[in-house]
């Protein structure tokens, strides 16, 4: 028996495959078609394959628990999700848009503080930022570009509109699990890269490697670019490893590096000290260097931020740029937009109330049943209260919350985001996914072709964390006009 896609019902919500039972959009008619042609035991076959294929790869993220830390396979599923290239572009165009303005509203807001003083950016919402760094004032970075890196998650509503949910401008993960998506699904349905124009995202790792060189104080062929890591205990190691290995980068701990007496990072190798230009740092700002920030950082290098500060070091992401990894400051990205390059933005946010505003409060207080309430700072999905699914008492002790700290909430309406057809104990469920693409920026912009899909695998759940319960799919731009 194959897959009958006439008893697939999206009930309600917006496909990314199926536009209504039995009827694929059209640039998933020859994926629908060719798994249609697939017997359930072929279908096992592949899935046990990429199975497989994970463990054989590696590919593991870490959980972490009262007994521990725990390494777990890679939660996949097989069948890819779809966007055309014609909607991608625009997308693609957005992300973009969005990011410039970000790297400019960071740029101001540790010198000039021109929008705030304009009073567009409330000096309130600054004051009480948690992520504004001052020892990052008056600090220029290489091409005014101070997130480097970005992670933005995208998802689609019931009417089809993609909006962007939030922005990961700190140190955004995720990327490595996109490039082995690819590898996996190449392995497990070689025949359909054959039969459809999927724009591909090996060339990430040498983006990468190329924006990062671009920051280099020194100018060099070769400059000495190094990935710093937390060890190996930290939930995102293998993608540390994964992205050194793939760009020919030395990954290091914050004892592999110290700051000479000349204000330059060196590098400890078994052949003397080497000097490093470029380090992308995958380690939380308040742990890279004890003089600057937390002393008992075990983690950082003593020193770095006085290299950086005298340009003798490049970080990316930049320290300081998580002041606008806020969610009340997503709340304000559309007038950053239109602040900063003057132009709408081509993306939108999702509807949003802030709570620091007497009457987006009151609205908020009134409406718990229907809202999603987040804080400023979590991530994960952690520290939310998702309104229509939570108890009196529990929409009672968000209330308060609120009362206490309105600066620290915002809200949003409950969004009917889109699902994709998930292999679920052997039969094809709906379950919902959201999106994060990478946006690179330094002498240029580039975005990937995609990005991250992750899928909420429990039956009826919005979270797509892998650390509590998603997974994750291959994502393929497809050129249906080619």
């Known amino acids: 028996m194959s897959i009958d896609w006439k008893s697939y019902d999206p009930n309600g919500f917006y496909d990314e495959l199926i536009s209504s039972p039995g009827y694929p959009r059209a640039a998933a008619r020859t994926l629908t078609s060719y798994l249609r042609s697939l017997s359930d035991e072929e279908i096992h076959e592949r899935k046990a394959a990429a199975e497989h294929a994970i463990v054989e790869m590696g590919i593991t993220f870490t959980v972490y628990t009262e007994g521990g830390n725990i390494d777990r396979a890679w939660p996949f599923d097989i069948i890819p999700r779809i966007i055309p290239r014609k909607e991608w572009m625009r997308v693609e165009e957005g992300l973009k848009q969005r990011v410039t303005a970000l790297n400019l509203f ?64 700190r140190v955004p993960s995720g990327v490595s699990y996109m490039l082995e998506n ?62 050194a290995q793939r760009m020919g980068a030395e990954l290091v701990e914050g004892s592999d590096l110290l700051v000479g007496e000349d204000d330059c990072v060196y590098m400890r190798t078994i052949g003397g000290l080497e000097r490093v230009d470029v380090i992308y740092r995958r380690v939380d700002d308040l742990f890279l260097d004890p003089e600057a920030f937390n002393p008992d950082s075990m983690l950082g290098v003593p020193g770095l ?16 740029a998580g002041v606008a990894d806020d969610k009340v400051v997503y709340a304000f990205v559309p007038e950053i937009i239109r602040y900063y390059l003057d132009q709408d933005p081509i993306i939108p946010n999702v509807p949003t109330y802030r709570c620091m505003y007497p009457d ?21 999905g952690y520290g939310m209260l998702i309104g229509p699914h939570a108890s009196k008492r529990q929409r009672a002790e968000f209330a308060d919350l609120i009362k206490k700290d309105p600066r620290n909430y915002i809200a949003q309406p409950t969004l009917a985001i889109s699902t994709t057809p998930t292999l679920c104990d052997g039969h094809l469920e709906p379950r919902h996914v959201d999106l994060r693409p990478f ?34 799919k291959d994502t393929w731009i497809v050129d249906t006009e080619s």
């Open 305 to 320: 931020m006085r290299a950086w500060r005298k340009g003798n070091v490049a970080l990316a992401n930049a320290p300081g």
């Open 439 to 472: 946006i690179l920026q330094g002498v240029r912009t580039d975005v990937t072709a995609g990005g991250l899909t992750r899928v909420a695998l429990r039956k009826g759940s919005l979270v797509v964390n892998s650390s509590q319960g998603g997974g994750s």
């Open 360 to 380: 987006e409060r009151e609205h908020v207080l009134k409406h718990l049943d229907e809202l999603v309430i987040k804080p400023a700072n979590e991530s994960g």
């Open 106 to 169: 960071i740029n101001d807001l540790y010198n000039e503080q021109k929008i705030v003083k304009d009073k567009v950016f409330p000096k309130e919402v600054l004051a009480q930022s948690k992520n504004f760094r001052e020892q990052c004032v008056g600090i220029q970075p290489a091409h005014g570009v101070w997130a480097h890196i970005c992670g933005s998650d995208l998802v689609r509503d019931k009417d089809g509109t993609l909006y962007v949910l939030e922005d990961n401008l």
């Open 182 to 243: 690819r590898q996996v699904t190449k392995r497990v349905f070689p025949e359909l890269f054959e039969n459809y124009s999927i724009l591909p995202v090996d060339e990430y790792p040498s983006q990468l490697f190329d924006m990062l060189a671009s920051l280099s104080p020194r100018p060099l062929d070769y400059p000495e670019v190094v990935v710093l890591t937390p060890g190996i205990y930290n939930s995102a190691y293998f993608e540390h490893s994964f992205l």
